[in-house]
């Protein structure tokens, strides 16, 4: 008899995770609390929109997978688990499925989708069917489907959403960036936020590899009883991957040279050196790791350069969206940064971008947080709108500054995501530099 399997959250990844289930000879039932129009490729699936019937909850499930977005608080997940049905996310579903793909793996704070874009473009120099995955934007189970079965390398990024669904997932090289505190609003504590992280590396064997930053205090303490080879990481002190006399090294063999990587900041170094590391585990030459440690530009939205006016440079960092990140972008700069910042509130504290005071020259501050940058900043200037946050910038911006958006908060408040503030904020710079 067939099983029967319940999707909850009919976005991008839960109508994947349908279509590969129904592929796999399950009775699926995708459902959502709005409206599902667009239905393409989801023939011989139940769609159960506008709600979560009564009904829904008299059925047997084999298991349950949710939209890594909805969490597990919410009351349809807590009847599932009432009732024992085991709740997985998408990641979970597609790695059951492909027995020939090879991960490489990447969870953390911040630096994520660096790490992963570079990983995916050393590992598509070896070989072309290469794919990233995860949290970058692409559902796991999407490329699942593509790839039919072939053997593929994926590098692929995890946020602790994705990790707190997976039971037997398994990378053959992992890494978790950084911690710090994000995602209040979601989980229970920052003890759960953290813990969440360690997942990762769960169900790896003997001869796989976790790169361990032992420069973040927070990840040597959360990161224990590791079941695999432990890679030590350090950009201060002596370690299995390191800087040394200008290189990035693992195990004393030199990956690539600090002068030829494109990126500002050492935590894009250091961005690159994990990378690297993964991308030698996974099977890459030093030499196709060199040729894209050259090349690379840098990833959309993370300290993006959009436009220089008048010895003015303007930059989009409009993924920072915790003070964390936005730490990160302000220490790649020396002085005259005019900082725009805000966002939705997290409830999470401002208080580390104090230090960058001495180069921050103005900070214009919108949206919903907009006058908690008040007692940060020595000079501050609480605006409505991102859009009148950059019309001041460039009022007051002189040759020698930086126009920096780092907004060190979420941007549910005035825009869908970060992607759509980021397009927005380089249009607006666009049409006032014409």
Not at 4 to 32: E, F, H, M
Request: net charge negative; aromatic share 10%.
């Amino acid at each position: 008899m067939m099983e029967t399997v319940l999707v909850i959250g009919a976005a991008r990844s839960g109508t994947a995770a349908a279509r590969l289930l129904k592929q796999q000879g399950y009775d699926v039932i995708l459902t959502d609390s709005g409206p599902v129009q667009d239905r393409t490729g989801l023939e011989g699936i139940q769609v159960v929109d506008n709600g979560h019937p009564d009904w829904l909850f008299e059925k047997n499930y084999a298991f349950a997978v949710k939209n890594p977005g909805i969490p597990y608080r919410v009351p349809v997940i807590r009847r599932l688990q009432e009732m024992g049905v085991p709740v997985y996310t998408e990641i979970e579903t597609a790695w059951r499925a492909a027995e020939g793909l090879r991960y490489g793996a990447i969870t953390g704070t911040d630096g994520k989708t660096t790490v992963t874009t570079l990983l995916y473009e050393m590992l598509r120099r070896k070989n072309p069917a290469a794919r990233y995955a995860g949290n970058i934007g692409v559902p796991l189970s999407e490329v699942v489907l593509e790839t039919a079965g072939e053997e593929a390398d994926i590098a692929l990024e995890l946020s602790n959403f994705q990790l707190l669904g997976t039971e037997t997932f398994r990378p053959e090289v992992s890494v978790v960036t950084n911690l710090a505190p994000d995602h209040l609003d979601y989980m229970d504590s920052l003890d759960s936020y953290y813990a969440s992280k360690m997942k990762i590396y769960a169900n790896c064997r003997e001869g796989d590899w976790f790169i361990r930053n032992t420069d973040d205090p927070e990840i040597m303490k959360y990161a224990v009883s590791i079941p695999c080879r432990i890679v030590d990481f350090s950009l201060t002190h002596p370690a299995d991957l390191c800087r040394h006399d200008g290189s990035a090294w693992l195990f004393g063999e030199e990956l690539f040279r600090e002068e030829d990587l494109k990126i500002v900041g050492d935590f894009n170094l250091g961005n690159a050196m994990m990378a690297a590391a993964m991308a030698y585990k996974l099977g890459v030459s030093l030499e196709d790791i060199r040729d894209v440690i050259r090349t690379f530009p840098g990833v959309e939205h993370r300290i993006e350069f959009v436009a220089e006016h008048n010895g003015i440079r303007i930059y989009n960092d409009t993924k920072a969206t915790n003070t964390h990140a936005a730490c990160a972008a302000l220490s790649a700069f020396d002085d005259n940064v005019i900082l725009l910042a805000g966002g939705k509130d997290k409830h999470i504290s401002f208080e580390d971008l104090r230090q960058y005071d001495p180069i921050v020259r103005h900070c214009f501050s919108f949206g919903q947080t907009r006058d908690k940058f008040k007692d940060i900043f020595s000079h501050q200037t609480s605006v409505e709108t991102m859009e009148q946050a950059l019309e001041e910038a460039l009022r007051i911006a002189r040759p020698g500054d930086t126009i920096l958006l780092s907004p060190a908060c979420s941007s549910f408040d005035q825009f869908s995501n970060y992607e759509e503030r980021g397009r927005i904020f380089k249009e607006l710079v666009r049409q006032r530099l014409q």
